[in-house]
């Protein structure tokens, strides 16, 4: 779904401003890239297209979802973008490595990454292990840096080169870090590092590249819940709606447009974090159905 044209701000006196959405603007064979990891589906798939929409060319990456991923290229290259997929597993860190340069050797550069794939299995405390916690870290955490670490190194050599283009990468993190919880313990761990690379990438990659993170609420149906227990899900949230999709992607969008913003992370999560839960939304909406009625 594309997104509406944002409304420029006038810049102050003396500093020019730079257009806030070039991508929009450029020639097709100029278009920044982007590459979305786990971008086939669900929010993954709303990110590409809100991205799409607001003049990126997109690399779709994906795992298991390949048919997925190839529907969505078509339905965007249908829509005049340029789009295609690319398939990896980022648990393993040679199918990782070889990611941003199949990008690169597809589209002949890149310009931001979206790290947005993750994995989510429930773990607690009595059944934490060492392998649960490296299946997350494997999939939630290292691949984020490492493919920061990637286009930094492209955008570093071309500036070198004298391009100046600078980059962003945005990551996927979680309301529950603000409003913690001890369900799905592996995971929600494997984002907390991930909150603490984004500040610490912010710093170490600036100014080539700008490092930012998106924190939804519950956006999507998880596990095996179900639409009773999702719509209830969303009404627990100070405003009586969580984050769809859209927002996210909306957010996104606004990050990897946004020059001066770097080290920091958007809540988009109707106000959930606000909210101190002591289980996973999942577990409370079960909790309210099962309390027996007494009037
Ligand atoms: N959904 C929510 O309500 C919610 C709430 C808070 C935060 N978030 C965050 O928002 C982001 C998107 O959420 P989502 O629910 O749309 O994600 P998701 O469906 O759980 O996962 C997105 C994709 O990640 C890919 N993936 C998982 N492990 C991978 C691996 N080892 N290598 C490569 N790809 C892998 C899968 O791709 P394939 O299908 O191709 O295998 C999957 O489709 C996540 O970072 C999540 O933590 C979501």
Redesign the pocket.
Known sequence: MPIPPATPLAAPAGVTRPDPHPARTAAAADRPVVLV??G?????RAICEALAGAGWRVAVH????GDA?QALVAQLQAAGVEAAAFA????DEAQCRALLPAVLARFGRADAVVN?????EHDEVASFSYAAMERHWR?NTAPAIVLAQALHNHLHSARVAGSGRGGVVVN?L??KLWNPNPDHLSYTLS?AALQAATTMLAMALAPVLRVVAVA?????H?GDMDDAEFAAAHRMTPLGRSSTPQD?AQAVAYLLAAPAVTGTTLLVDGGQHLQAQPRDVLFLTRAANDTPQTD
Not at 88 to 91: S, T
Not at 116 to 120: D, V
Not at 216 to 220: E, H, I, Q, W
């Open positions: 990891t786990g086939a589906r669900r929010i993954g994906h795992r298991r979802s991923a990896a597993d980022l648990a947005n794939a993750s994995l989510f999939a996927l979680d309301q984002k939804p609420g519950v956006t999507l998880s996210v």
